[in-house]
């Protein structure tokens, strides 16, 4: 099974900061990444996929990059609503696996 | 507006069984690959298993493959899985999702409790 890892596992921010979150793939994924988005007692919702394309009503401010093994989340400039979890998750083979996610909290 | 919606969990003891159903609306089901996926404190968000359009093809986790069996009903726009002998460690959260890998939406979850 393909190891997605995320670095940070939290971090702290504040409002108009810019924030970048890591996730490595322990082998070669191509583009075969996605985002999600999960705020506290509700399900997941998706952000990126191929690891750059925006779903659409997505705001300009997340941005996504990478290919390989190696990808980033960028929000751009960080926004009260965006205070949540997020989650990388692989496109790639069977069995889909996801990283275990970068809590971004309040400063 | 794409909702899905999913009931049929609860608690159970190691060892039984329960059938979650996801009922879709606001799109074309039988045109999209469905998925389930859940979610546990300990485990974090797993993939569980999918399914073609029509139904002719399956994929599972290795840890459930014998144990849960996915299917899906076009007619009623409606996503199953009947999960057998269940273990604690198949206590989580599970979700319906649209996809078969690019999971979009989301149902809100049901919650599956195995414990004695």
């Known amino acids: 099974d393909i190891l997605m890892t995320q670095s940070p596992s939290s971090l702290s921010a504040s409002v108009g900061d810019r924030v970048t979150i890591i996730c490595r793939a322990s082998q070669n994924i191509y583009r075969s990444l996605i985002w999600h988005q999960q705020k506290p007692g509700k399900a997941p919702k998706l952000l990126i996929y191929?690891?750059?394309t925006l779903r659409s009503g997505v705001p300009s401010r997340f941005s996504g990059s990478g290919s390989e093994t190696d990808f980033t989340l960028t929000i751009s400039s960080l926004q009260p609503e965006d205070f949540a979890t997020y989650f990388c998750q692989h496109n790639y083979t069977l069995p889909r696996t996801f990283g275990r996610g970068t809590k971004v909290e309040i400063k | 507006e794409v909702q899905l919606v999913e009931f049929g969990g609860g608690l159970v003891q190691p060892g039984g069984s329960l059938r979650l159903t996801c009922e879709a609306s606001?799109?074309?089901?039988?045109?999209?690959?469905m998925s389930w996926v859940r979610q546990s404190p300990q485990k974090g968000l797993e993939w569980v298993a999918n399914?073609?359009?029509?139904?002719?093809?399956?994929n599972y986790l290795e840890s459930v493959k014998g144990r849960f069996i996915i299917s899906r009903d076009n007619a009623k726009n409606s996503l199953y899985l009947q999960m057998n002998s269940l273990r604690v460690d198949d206590t989580a959260v599970y979700y319906c999702?649209?996809?078969?890998?690019?999971?979009?939406?989301w149902g809100q979850g049901t919650q599956v409790t195995v414990s004695s």
């Open positions: 999702t649209r996809g078969g890998g690019n999971f979009d939406p």
């Open positions: 191929g690891a750059s």
């Open positions: 606001g799109f074309v089901f039988s045109s999209y690959w």
């Open positions: 399914i073609k359009v029509d139904g002719s093809e399956t």
